[in-house]
């Protein structure tokens, strides 16, 4: 497995400066394209949270996990199990027709991304499964990430007949796990205070409820997308308080993963890690940055749950040339040896003998090894 050098070290300090410029960018420019935000409200009053939408008659993809098996060693063999390997926790932001900053997606990139994703075996987990190392994902598949960071309207809305909106984010995953049947429609979604651009805290709990009812992780991402180096101790508490208290309203949560708001981690790195405001606690199993390289596997040793790496979705141009999706992909296809492969079985950790010492020692006892 890579070890960052101080070049590399080098390189993601200049990606996350890269990344702080373009969101910073992206929070001013007008969104001029995007996808209508239907009012998904039924009835009632809007101020009111109701509880879930009525799901649509139309069928979708299911995001159940598969039956689980028991993994020998020869299977795992068969199969070149190694869960040792390293998982792309995939970046995305904005997705727009026409991009306005280097970090958004037009729809196609997205569609593309993730039916190539499909084609070479990937299965979409949710940050909160990783996390925790439930990657319960059929033998000989790999584990993939998506993440959708501030909660945009591109990310999600419904049509007039209740279904997800053609070139949203959901839209797209549904499509691609209709056409790929082992592509598991999930994501997770880090929201801020007004979640998918819906403006009646009705229809946003409605949005919420809706996801997170068909498998979907959303999340926190602070109220305002301040950059936490830059507050203190209280002020971020406060940041993380008010969406865990909107997402409870919501009926979801607490959340249990994080996605720091440009990438950049406050000085003292307890303070997104738990914390209380104003008597309501918060307590993250995930912490995740805008880095530039794959996670590694949350069974090994170098696993660390405060700062889990992510990379952008974008292309191989400018400071992309090595350190965003297609470059990462790309490498993980050439080196399979170093991507997380799995073995179907939950309860075991399958990987070649030679990686033992790479597991973490409160997980040894579940290494099924060959």
């Not at 070890?3 to 996350?16: G, H, K, R």
Request: charged share 20%.
């Amino acid at each position: 497995m890579r070890s960052p050098t101080l070049l590399t070290q080098i390189i993601m300090v200049a990606n996350a400066v890269v990344l702080v410029v373009a969101i910073g960018v992206l929070l001013i420019l007008p969104t001029p394209g995007e996808p209508p935000a239907r009012n998904i409200s039924t009835s009632g009053d809007p101020g009111v949270v109701k509880g879930p939408a009525t799901p649509p008659k139309a069928e979708l993809p299911s995001a159940g996990l598969p039956e689980p098996i028991v993994a020998t060693p020869e299977f795992a063999r068969q199969v070149k199990a190694n869960e040792a390997g390293m998982v792309p926790v995939l970046m995305y932001h904005r997705i727009m027709k026409k991009r306005l900053a280097s970090i958004d997606r037009t729809p196609d990139q997205v569609r593309g991304e993730m039916e190539k994703l499909a084609r070479d075996g990937y299965v979409p987990i949710t940050a909160r499964e990783f996390a925790a190392g439930r990657i319960d994902i059929p033998a000989g598949k790999h584990p993939v990430v998506l993440t959708f960071d501030d909660g945009h309207a591109s990310h999600f809305a419904l049509d007039d007949a209740g279904m997800p909106v053609k070139d949203t984010a959901v839209g797209i995953i549904y499509q691609v796990a209709q056409k790929y049947p082992d592509f598991r429609p999930v994501a997770t979604f880090w929201v801020n205070r007004q979640p998918f651009g819906l403006q009646s805290r009705a229809d946003q709990a409605r949005a919420v409820q809706w996801l997170t009812s068909r498998g979907f992780e959303v999340a926190n991402h602070t109220w305002s997308h301040p950059y936490l180096p830059g507050l203190s101790r209280k002020r971020i508490a406060e940041q993380l308080v008010r969406v865990e208290r909107m997402l409870g309203a919501f009926g979801s949560g607490p959340s249990e993963t994080l996605a720091l708001p440009f990438g950049a981690m406050p000085r003292a790195r307890s303070t997104v890690q738990r914390g209380k405001w104003d008597g309501t606690p918060f307590a993250f199993k995930g912490v995740f940055l805008a880095g530039a390289q794959p996670s590694v596997s949350p069974f090994t040793e170098d696993y660390d749950w405060r700062s889990i790496q992510r990379i952008q979705s974008n292309g191989k141009k400018g400071e992309c040339r090595k350190w965003c999706s297609q470059y990462w992909l790309e490498w993980l296809n050439k080196h399979p040896d170093q991507r997380y492969t799995a073995d179907g079985d939950p309860e075991r950790i399958s990987i070649p003998g030679k990686l033992r010492g790479n597991i973490s020692s409160k997980r040894r006892q579940q290494v099924n090894a060959y």
